[in-house]
């Protein structure tokens, strides 16, 4: 069974494009986060909601909207899509303090 | 502002022989140093962790140094196997800074035959 699973694990779109990728964590976590991580495998916290509530939203454009319909789900949709958009998009879920759990991740292709 | 960061990029280890990978980091006031393995085309994988009050913290195969002196971290692989090949990211964790977690850049370790 997968703790952390996201969909699609390949993205490939135009540049302009609105796509949203899914998370589902069957954990049982209250907190659920996005990171992105660049072409130099950099990995930065991108948001992070805790029990649908929105805790951590660091420095990202507002093109970029996370969306908790209930605590096993953490969706990212991203509007007007650009190149530098590009880069692989993790989801992680933690049931409190340090110990994360990823997902698979999804690798964000902007032609 | 990132936090921490390592010595290296890559490093290179001939298989059965330790690793050893470095980490700097600047937040004094880090509660947990925490180790993360990726391996390729997955997503990081907890590794180990040892809490700032300690010097060193032992797993299976794996072992944490901390010198909070120089702010240095280091993670030992013991008798390197081909299934360590990965990238490694040490991370800071600060009590109460709402779950974040702060990575570093990664390390890719190569295990030569």
């Known amino acids: 069974d997968t703790a952390v699973s996201q969909t699609p694990k390949y993205l490939v779109t135009q540049m302009g494009n609105d796509k949203s990728i899914k998370c589902e964590q069957n954990l049982g976590h209250d907190t659920m986060y996005w990171y992105k991580q660049d072409s130099k495998k950099f990995l930065k916290i991108m948001f992070s909601?805790?029990?649908?509530?929105?805790?951590i939203n660091e420095t990202v454009p507002n093109r970029f909207s996370p969306k908790s319909p209930d605590k096993a789900h953490l969706n990212l949709h991203i509007n007007s899509l650009e190149l530098g958009d590009s880069a692989v998009y993790f989801c992680?879920?933690?049931?409190?303090?340090?110990?994360?759990?990823f997902g698979p991740g999804t690798r964000l292709t902007v032609l | 502002g990132e936090s921490v960061g390592l010595h290296l990029p890559t490093l290179s280890v001939q298989e059965g022989d330790n690793s050893i990978i470095n980490c700097a980091y600047s937040n004094s006031a880090s509660d947990y140093f925490i180790w993360y393995k990726q391996e390729s085309g997955k997503g990081p994988q907890f590794i180990i962790d040892i809490r700032s009050n300690m010097d060193k913290r032992q797993g299976q195969r794996v072992t944490v140094l901390l010198n909070k002196t120089v702010k240095h971290l280091s993670l030992q692989i013991a008798a390197t196997q081909p299934g360590d090949s990965a990238v490694y990211f040490c991370a800071e964790y600060t009590t109460n800074r709402d779950d974040k977690i702060i990575f570093g850049k990664g390390t890719r370790l190569h295990i030569l035959p």
């Open positions: 909601y805790n029990n649908k509530e929105l805790i």
């Open positions: 992680a879920s933690s049931g409190g303090g340090r110990g994360q759990f």
